[in-house]
């Protein structure tokens, strides 16, 4: 458990176009409360919360394990305040969960959070534009490039939409503004959303690849994928970590 923890920390440290995924999961764990609950949304959001969360006694979290269902986040965030109205809750949401229901969820939490003896409610968007996780799983398991048709999302600045309810909006795009980010949101006085944008190259790479994921994703880029660079990339900055001598902070 320590190696792999010197590797987590490693791989969130590894550069990306704007800001890795797995770097904003690094920064809240150290930061969370004792008290904390955190909720995530299927897609790649529960890859890195598996992965980079250290949750301590006291701690909860709650994702959707077996069904997998798209667009929980939101709404499991808003159950856990009126379940525990005295705790601080964390939401992370891919931008394809938030175009399907958490935008609208916005407005649920706009109506509620006065109640909340706690207000801290925050919702950190993946923003990368794509549905991250169908498309590694297309190239991973089907060795299908990347069907932009499909999987390329409209961009839509989440951080404009939560502040023209009141919320605290916290836009970040650049992988130094990711601590500061919690460190406002953890502060703030009512429910904040955190619109960072993530690169969708970065891969959720499984700790033991099997051979056929490599071949299949071997075969997805020669097929022509248009974030082929990006992916190889950042694929082998990622998996080389797991072999680098990592001392421990």
Do not use: C
């Amino acid at each position: 458990m320590a190696r792999w923890w010197e590797v987590m920390d490693a791989e969130a440290m590894v550069d990306a176009d704007p800001v890795n995924p797995m770097r904003l999961f690094y920064e809240l764990s150290a930061r969370l409360p004792d008290n904390a609950i955190v909720t995530a949304d299927s897609g790649s959001s529960a890859n890195w919360y598996a992965r980079q969360l250290k949750f301590r006694a006291g701690m909860r979290g709650s994702l959707s394990g077996n069904l997998a269902s798209m667009g929980p986040g939101v709404p499991y965030g808003i159950g856990a305040k009126f379940g525990s109205p005295d705790r601080p809750v964390i939401v992370f949401a891919g931008d394809g969960a938030m175009q399907m229901n958490g935008l609208a969820e916005l407005i649920t939490i706009k109506h509620y959070w006065h109640e909340w003896k706690d207000p801290r409610l925050i919702i950190a968007v993946l923003h990368n534009d794509d549905l991250n996780q169908v498309t590694w799983e297309m190239r991973a398991m089907e060795g299908a490039p990347k069907f932009t048709e499909s999987q390329t999302l409209p961009s839509v600045d989440y951080a404009a939409f939560a502040a023209s309810l009141g919320l605290l909006a916290i836009p970040v795009d650049k992988p130094d503004q990711v601590g500061p980010a919690w460190d406002a949101a953890l502060a703030a006085d009512r429910p904040a959303l955190l619109d960072v944008r993530t690169d969708p190259d970065v891969p959720p790479i499984p700790p033991h690849a099997t051979f056929e994921q490599m071949k299949d994703a071997a075969a997805a880029m020669l097929a022509g994928d248009e974030n082929r660079w990006g992916v190889i990339k950042e694929g082998v900055m990622t998996k080389v970590q797991e072999f680098l001598p990592h001392a421990r902070n």
